[in-house]
């Protein structure tokens, strides 16, 4: 994990920034606003669809592939290093209430004092389906083709073409 000062002054206005495009795209989720939403991300591919109450800290290091739904009130806390990026693969369904964290703080009292906060990636596959109201945690790749069932807590990797639920999130099957 790299570790970043989340209230560093550029950190702050970029986050200043980013909310008030997201704050924009969830008060009136036009094309034009989502258009904005998509400029905020490193790669969006064609054909995604962003439904409203979608937010994102910097979205400088986020990546979405081709065909991909992210359903309403997605959170996406990336981190602005390469560490706390977030890729998501093609084909893939995000549902509602979803959270993607890739950004964490420190366990030492004496440590969270600084501010200081800890990126970890999060990589999801090709044709993923992340069901309603899932929590992944920084640092976990989810394979390609897999589930994971609604209210799942992700926090390890998850092996291509497995069924997972649960938390912590258990392998049920293959599929």
């Known amino acids: 994990m790299q570790s970043f000062n989340s209230i560093s002054k550029?950190?702050?206005a970029q986050r200043k920034t980013v909310h008030e495009i997201c704050r924009l795209f969830n008060k009136s989720p036009s094309k034009g606003?989502?258009?904005?939403i998509k400029e905020l991300c490193s790669h969006c591919g064609d054909g995604v669809i962003i439904e409203s109450g979608f937010h994102c800290d910097y979205g400088s290091q986020i990546q979405?592939?081709?065909?991909?739904f992210i359903n309403i009130n997605c959170t996406v806390l990336d981190a602005p290093i390469s560490e706390?990026?977030?890729?998501?693969?093609?084909d893939c369904l995000i549902g509602p209430?979803?959270?993607?964290?890739?950004v964490s703080h420190a366990v030492n009292p004496t440590e969270r004092?600084?501010?200081?906060?800890?990126?970890?990636p999060i990589i999801i596959g090709n044709n993923v389906w992340?069901?309603?109201?899932?929590?992944?945690?920084?640092g976990v790749t989810i394979g390609e083709n897999a589930v994971v069932g609604a209210g799942s807590v992700v926090t390890k990797s998850i092996a291509s073409n497995t069924?997972?639920?649960?938390n912590p999130a258990r392998e049920i099957r293959k599929c």
């Not at 606003?33 to 904005?36: A, G, I, S």
């Open 163 to 166: 069924v997972v639920a649960g």
């Open 10 to 12: 550029e950190n702050l």
């Open 33 to 36: 606003n989502l258009k904005r």
């Open 64 to 68: 979405i592939g081709d065909r991909t």
């Open 113 to 120: 004092l600084n501010k200081e906060n800890f990126g970890a």
């Open 97 to 102: 209430n979803v959270q993607l964290l890739a």
């Open 84 to 90: 706390g990026a977030i890729t998501i693969g093609s």
């Open 130 to 138: 992340i069901g309603a109201g899932v929590i992944v945690l920084a």
